[in-house]
């Protein structure tokens, strides 16, 4: 007689988060995903004139930087240059993921960073060649509004710190970012090519830090 051997496999438990919790853990990505939404809902309210003005105000471009710089700054980020909807899936597969790999205080902190640093150089530069007459003064108002520059330095934080499915998810919104042309124009020192690298550099550099202290303590704690 053959015995027969009876295999118990015991499935994981899924946990089920509260609504409140679910956006509490990722509160910044909620929130960057809201104001973009929100800022795209205004100016498709708003009069064809009024958005252009609008936009046209919000810019980070050389004359703007000078006049209101941090209201330029905060506008900017939120009003899609483009589709609304694809701008939302790009965020969700770079932001939700970030945010859990560092937590709410770090992953807004190195995404405004990344957009703030890359706006001052790519502009810096800017600034430079049109004083230089490398450029004519028309470039000190260019257009130049959109949460890519939030975007990209998300993606280098899910990418380098965060889960498999995280880093997948990123590594689809960089593949799309770079087939619409986020570096064209790079060697010819174009605004947005500059501020795209300069803000990827700066979210390596600073997700370094939450990073190497985590695995410091995951490192010590078997030892204490």
């Known amino acids: 007689m053959i015995g027969t051997t009876v295999v118990r496999m015991r499935l994981p438990r899924i946990t089920m988060l509260s609504p409140q919790t679910l956006f509490t853990r990722y509160a910044v990505a909620w929130i960057f995903l809201l104001a973009v939404a929100i800022g795209d809902i205004v100016l498709a309210a708003a009069a064809p004139h009024q958005q252009v003005e609008i936009v046209q105000w919000a810019s980070t471009n050389v004359a703007n930087l000078q006049r209101h710089p941090v209201a330029a700054?905060?506008?900017?980020?939120?009003?899609?240059?483009?589709?609304?909807?694809g701008w939302l899936g790009l965020i969700a597969l770079s932001m939700f993921g970030a945010n859990?790999?560092?937590?709410?205080?770090?992953?807004?902190?190195?995404?405004?960073?990344g957009h703030v640093i890359g706006t001052a150089v790519s502009e810096g530069i800017e600034a430079y060649r049109v004083s230089h007459g490398q450029l004519p003064a028309a470039a000190r108002t260019i257009i130049d509004v959109g949460p890519s520059y939030v975007v990209v330095s998300a993606i280098v934080v899910a990418v380098a710190f965060g889960s498999w499915p995280a880093r997948i998810g990123a590594v689809v919104a960089f593949v799309i970012l770079v087939n619409v042309g986020i570096f064209d124009g790079l060697t010819h020192l174009q605004v947005a090519a500059v501020g795209h690298v300069t803000a990827i550099v700066v979210a390596a550099a600073l997700g370094s830090a939450p990073a190497w202290r985590r695995r410091q303590a995951a490192q010590a704690r078997p030892a204490a």
């Open 100 to 113: 859990r790999a560092l937590g709410n205080a770090w992953i807004a902190l190195i995404c405004l960073a």
């Open 73 to 85: 700054l905060l506008a900017s980020a939120v009003l899609p240059a483009e589709s609304l909807l």
